[in-house]
């Protein structure tokens, strides 16, 4: 992955994982999705991605799929917990739609920020907005961190 135009301590975190496991970085669906990376910020714990709207990711209504706005928040919450705390899954996403979001929106952008941890337990949230900041849906996410691997003997 090119990494240029990511925060240099994202590009650390992601190739330190990267060296440690069979991680694919990004995952084919961000590259499926066309996902721009946009803005990371580890103070506020937050992370910003910007994805088009794409015919292709349309239900038979012309609107874009609920699917594919919840792969979008999955696409920027996944990577923003793995800044937070590694390697960590998703447990739940719960997605509240707001609005449609028609063919006439060419793009949506999709922030994402660490909310708390409790134990193992990660919490997010993230809205998926258009251009002038106008909400088309939230979500929350409850994320688990894996448990270290023993050697074995």
Known sequence: MDFSS????????????????DLKLPPPIFNEMNGEFIDL??????????????E???NPM?????????????????PLS???AAPNVTKTM???????IPAMVTQITVKAAFVEQNGRKLIFTADVMRDDGAKFAQARSVNVLL???RPSS
């Open 6 to 21: 990511f925060p240099p301590e994202f590009v650390q975190q992601m190739q330190t994982l990267m060296a440690d496991g």
């Open 41 to 54: 910020d580890m103070d506020a714990k937050t992370m910003t991605v910007r994805f088009p709207v794409q």
């Open 56 to 58: 292709r990711f349309q």
């Open 62 to 78: 012309g609107y874009m799929q609920g699917g594919m706005i919840a792969a979008a928040i999955d696409n920027v919450i996944g």
């Open 82 to 84: 793995f800044m937070v």
């Open 94 to 100: 719960e997605v509240t739609y707001l609005r449609p």
């Open 147 to 149: 448990k270290k691997k």
